[in-house]
């Protein structure tokens, strides 16, 4: 019986993972044998004649015999794997349940400041409110000096737009600029003086093109497994979108929401929350909003820009009533067969038959 057409990716990740096993099996390096070295007063013990001595039987461990058995090596791999795709596949990738320590894995980085070294020990950070930015937008330009001090102006320039930013202080320079409409990625480019040497620094930024935006929220609904919200979408082009979003409820994240649909105008995208996220809760009539949106449009060729919008709007609304809603676990029938065929690929020869 020929395998599922998908066991070759699968084995690819797992013979990969087997370097990864075996060095995480293998044991530190061993130290060269240093020389004994007395204090003054000490006597060197007795040695033992190396060349009469019995070699004492090395023990073998587990990790020793996984690393040097290919074939225990790879099921090992198979086992790790199988394991964390159950783990993966208990919710569908559109509907996954987050808290307050997990939501931010979901969400853009924060911008972390360009650090450029200089002489003496000093050093100028650039820092920006965002990495994303649409055109319009007010852009957080921050500058910050170490070991020295700024002399003159402190200049920012971005696609062609150009701001003087004010100094609080000698180690110091804010301010906003507004992001010109030139999608792409650029430099913000900040021009200054210390100790009468110009200095040119950069941080790089991608405005986004408009692709549209998210207007409202349809009234929500429910089917025998899932909460729907129908979010109202107005694309600028027709086109495949992809939207995601955070559910709140009483201000606390509950799911992180992803759903891609065609759109030739405006129409909705609805996102949907599988009822096993609301076991033993009871959301009833509770406050929600729809929070963190972003919208994607995705390339229609290959070889076309990726342009996503991120959505500074909150949508509001108040949960419908939950109660005919399966809560049962998530089910699908082709993790059912990946995971199957993972674990017998994890087990000895013979084993599971």
Known sequence: ??????????????????????????????????????GQGEQPQQRVNKAT??????????????????????RVAFAAAAEQYAHNARYPAYSLPVDEDTLEQFLP??????????????????????????????????????????????????????????????QSAQGQMTVPDAPG??????TLTIAG????????VS?????????????????????LLPVEVDPESAGFYRLEGTLLVNGS???????EE???GSGTIELRVHGSLFAGRDFNGQSASLEQLQLTRQPARPGDAQWINPQELTLEFEMPDLDDIRRDAYEDATNAERLTFLESMGQEPGLGQ
């Not at 073998?60 to 290919?70: C, E, Y």
């Not at 040497?197 to 790089?204: C, K, N, S, V």
């Not at 405005?207 to 909460?227: F, K, N, Q, R």
């Not at 994240?253 to 759903?259: E, Y």
């Open 185 to 190: 990625e650029h430099p913000v480019e900040v």
């Open 253 to 259: 994240p509950v799911a992180r929401l992803d759903r």
């Open 1 to 38: 019986m020929n395998k599922p057409a998908f066991w070759i990716p699968l084995c690819a990740v797992a013979l990969i993972s087997v370097v990864l096993v075996a060095r995480l099996f293998a044991g530190p390096p061993q130290e060269p044998e240093q020389p004994l070295a007395y």
């Open 53 to 74: 001595e019995a070699p004492a039987k090395p023990a073998v461990t587990p990790s020793q015999t996984v690393a040097n058995d290919p074939a225990m090596a790879t």
């Open 109 to 170: 980085p924060g911008y972390s400041p360009v650090v450029l070294p200089l002489a003496n020990d000093m050093s100028v950070a650039v820092s920006l409110s965002s990495y994303r930015v649409m055109p319009g937008n007010l852009l957080d330009i921050d500058v910050a000096v170490q070991g020295g001090q700024l002399d003159g102006d402190v200049r920012a320039t971005l696609a062609g737009a150009s701001l003087t930013l004010e100094k609080p202080s000698d």
């Open 262 to 264: 065609q759109l030739s």
């Open 207 to 227: 405005i986004e093109a408009y692709i549209g935006e998210v207007t409202g929220l349809g009234s929500p609904d429910t089917d025998e497994e899932h909460l």
């Open 197 to 204: 040497e110009g200095i040119r620094h950069q941080a790089p």
